[in-house]
């Protein structure tokens, strides 16, 4: 749980709903609905009754609105009494697996508005190199695709739930992602990578036989082999930049759609924790603040 989630919740029930609130805290409508549901998820109970419109707060949500009003109100005096963003300096060294490294132009602006001082570095790799390497102490956190067998000194903070779609050029459009597949050379993720041994592996379970003509170890590649119509290929939904979805055709890949976990992993016991809390917040902040227009089949 995270404080915007509370400050989330206090929003919609001081402004009457879901779309005042997110005039008010300058977010989308669809950023307040998740972080409604990641709160309701880490309650374990739902808050709102969304059986009537608008919404309006169940018993649940009614016990536990003045304790979330009085953290949110603890957590404003606190921050104003305590030093200004910009004294918190020093450096911290991020991992990040290849296929993830769109979120990072957003995140360090944002965290560069915020806290000037502070520098961040980042290493790329493979998810479980990465992982090892967070164990060791060589990096502070790794953001990576999650993978079952996570150390036990490690903690994972989820940032987003992602779809796999199969990519295509836009003359595709209705046919499924079967046939698509079937029908045309692929290219896929690097297999040595985790989302690329997920597709692997639900290839497998699908029986879907393609012809593979490449691997990529980044999205552009996939990208403009699509574009230029050599081939088609399956990745996931966050990486596909907005400008090129004029001219793509998305599908989801399976019924119900695979997905993916993002997850930012750090040590149980870390020397940075304001550090790793700052890098969270604004990782979760370009996730939930994406473009979410596209539409996948």
């Given at each position: 749980m995270q404080l915007n989630h509370l400050r989330a919740l206090v929003a919609i029930v001081d402004t009457g709903g879901f779309n005042s609130a997110a005039a008010k805290l300058g977010l989308t409508q669809a950023a307040i609905s998740m972080q409604i549901k990641r709160l309701e998820e880490w309650l374990g109970f739902e808050l709102f009754e969304r059986s009537v419109r608008p919404p309006r707060l169940n018993n649940a949500g009614l016990?536990?609105?003045?304790?979330?009003?009085?953290?949110?109100?603890?957590?404003?005096?606190?921050?104003?009494?305590?030093?200004?963003?910009?004294?918190?300096?020093?450096?911290i060294k991020i991992g990040a697996v290849t296929g993830l490294s769109h979120f990072f132009p957003q995140t360090l602006s944002d965290l560069r508005k915020r806290y000037g001082h502070l520098q961040v570095q980042i290493v790329t790799g493979y998810a479980s190199d990465l992982a090892h390497s967070v164990v060791r102490g060589r990096l502070d956190a790794a953001v990576i695709t999650q993978f079952p067998e996570l150390d036990a000194e490690l903690i994972s903070?989820?940032?987003?739930?992602?779809?796999?779609?199969?990519?295509?050029?836009?003359?595709?459009?209705?046919?499924?992602?079967?046939?698509?597949?079937?029908?045309?050379?692929?290219?896929?993720?690097?297999?040595?990578?985790?989302?690329?041994?997920?597709?692997?592996?639900?290839l497998k379970k699908r029986r879907i036989k393609i012809d593979p003509l490449m691997e990529f170890d980044t999205v552009e590649t996939l990208l403009m082999m699509v574009l230029h119509g050599l081939a088609v290929g399956i990745n996931p939904r966050s990486t596909i930049g907005e400008r090129y979805l004029d001219d793509l055709y998305l599908v989801s890949f399976g019924s119900p759609a695979i997905q993916r976990t993002v997850s930012l992993v750090q040590k149980r016991e870390t020397r940075r924790p304001m550090f790793l809390d700052a890098m969270y917040d604004a990782l979760c902040g370009v996730a939930t603040n994406g473009d979410t227009r596209a539409q996948v089949a």
């Amino acid at each position: 749980m995270q404080l915007n989630h509370l400050r989330a919740l206090v929003a919609i029930v001081d402004t009457g709903g879901f779309n005042s609130a997110a005039a008010k805290l300058g977010l989308t409508q669809a950023a307040i609905s998740m972080q409604i549901k990641r709160l309701e998820e880490w309650l374990g109970f739902e808050l709102f009754e969304r059986s009537v419109r608008p919404p309006r707060l169940n018993n649940a949500g009614l016990l536990i609105l003045d304790q979330a009003r009085e953290i949110v109100d603890m957590c404003d005096k606190f921050k104003d009494s305590a030093p200004v963003s910009s004294e918190l300096r020093g450096s911290i060294k991020i991992g990040a697996v290849t296929g993830l490294s769109h979120f990072f132009p957003q995140t360090l602006s944002d965290l560069r508005k915020r806290y000037g001082h502070l520098q961040v570095q980042i290493v790329t790799g493979y998810a479980s190199d990465l992982a090892h390497s967070v164990v060791r102490g060589r990096l502070d956190a790794a953001v990576i695709t999650q993978f079952p067998e996570l150390d036990a000194e490690l903690i994972s903070r989820p940032i987003l739930t992602d779809t796999l779609v199969v990519v295509a050029p836009r003359g595709y459009a209705g046919r499924s992602d079967i046939e698509i597949l079937t029908s045309n050379p692929y290219v896929g993720p690097n297999r040595n990578s985790e989302v690329g041994r997920l597709i692997e592996q639900a290839l497998k379970k699908r029986r879907i036989k393609i012809d593979p003509l490449m691997e990529f170890d980044t999205v552009e590649t996939l990208l403009m082999m699509v574009l230029h119509g050599l081939a088609v290929g399956i990745n996931p939904r966050s990486t596909i930049g907005e400008r090129y979805l004029d001219d793509l055709y998305l599908v989801s890949f399976g019924s119900p759609a695979i997905q993916r976990t993002v997850s930012l992993v750090q040590k149980r016991e870390t020397r940075r924790p304001m550090f790793l809390d700052a890098m969270y917040d604004a990782l979760c902040g370009v996730a939930t603040n994406g473009d979410t227009r596209a539409q996948v089949a």
